[in-house]
């Protein structure tokens, strides 16, 4: 989770440099759409950005909240990576070492999201780690 943190830093900062580089006038429609693309593609990531950092304190202070955060990031760390792909995939080259280009690195990741999402969405020994705050004692029904 911190190194998802710590990568989406730079990634964020290109997809930024990248939409906001050179004068918009001078472009050609295909230097538009790639400018347009890194902008929703920052947009998304800092988001993620975002969701990974509250569920990061909230996994690391083991909460009960932690486990709906983790699956909640990792769903939508997959429907952001669907649709940056879908992205890139419109607005780029219709060849087939873009596409590969483009598609190769986004299918691991979304391979493992569903893993962990799996793992944290059916795992006992996932829902007994993240228990705090502690039921009270009298609403257990202990005296």
Do not use: H
């Amino acid at each position: 989770m911190l190194l998802n943190l710590a990568g989406m830093i730079p990634l964020i900062l290109d997809q930024v440099r990248t939409a906001l580089g050179g004068a918009w006038v001078e472009m050609d429609t295909a230097a538009r759409a790639d400018r347009v693309a890194a902008g929703i593609g920052a947009a998304l990531t800092a988001a993620l950005f975002v969701a990974f950092a509250v569920t990061a304190v909230y996994y690391f202070r083991r909460r009960r909240a932690a486990r709906a955060l983790v699956n909640a990031t990792l769903a939508a760390a997959i429907v952001i990576n669907l649709i940056e792909l879908i992205v890139l995939l419109k607005v780029g080259p219709k060849n087939s070492k873009y596409v590969a280009e483009v598609v190769g690195p986004t299918v691991p990741v979304i391979l493992v999201c569903a893993l962990w999402l799996l793992y944290f969405g059916v795992s006992k020994q996932v829902r007994r780690t993240f228990v705090y705050p502690l039921p009270d004692a009298d609403s257990t029904g202990s005296a």
